[in-house]
């Protein structure tokens, strides 16, 4: 796949599970071609990512069975899914791990340059989602641990680790107890 296409992929605010299907076997998305064993290989490793919580994806809430059937009804985000297919796939397009066209997790790289995992994105989605609007000032502003914890949950992160998750990204100073 060209640099045009990969930019127009990357600029995307989701892929659908179909057309991550393509991309894993090097295809370009929503082109004709004959049912191949290497696209239902790649379809029954994205069903397993999911139900294993390995990867993520939002559900379209009105889809109806045609969509899901033809793979229409869950989409993924580009940065997540690229962070998940790359390694496993070895005809996966050439995408850069990092991706901040569209990149929910946070503005900026890491601080220690490029290494990405799922959690990492998971943390810095989170980060983003509670603690970009947190004002020092009105402790008020500051999520629960309990909310962000949840929240990473539905995200697919254990118990365990989205607990821990919450505990890092929460505010140094933060009065602790219920909140007024």
Known sequence: MDQQRIDH???QDAWNEKELQELCCGLEPNGSRPNTKELNEAKEAIRRAVSTNVLSYTPIAD???????????????PSEA???????????????VTDNVNCTSRDQPWPWGEHETLL????????????????????ST??????????????????RIATAMATILRADNLPTGPRK
């Not at 889809?63 to 229409?72: K, P, Q, R, V």
């Not at 990492?120 to 009105?138: M, Y």
């Not at 629960?144 to 254990?158: A, F, I």
Request: avoid cysteine.
């Open 63 to 77: 889809a109806d069975s045609a969509e899901s059937f033809y793979g229409h009804a869950r989409l993924f985000t």
């Open 142 to 159: 500051a999520p629960t641990n309990e909310q962000v914890t949840e929240w990473l949950k539905k995200q697919g992160v254990s118990q």
């Open 82 to 96: 690229i962070a998940w297919a790359k390694p496993r796939f070895s005809k996966f397009p050439a995408f850069p």
């Open 120 to 139: 990492l994105n998971k943390l810095g989605e989170a980060a983003n989602r509670f603690w970009k609007l947190f004002d020092p000032d009105d402790p």
């Open 9 to 11: 992929w990357l600029k």
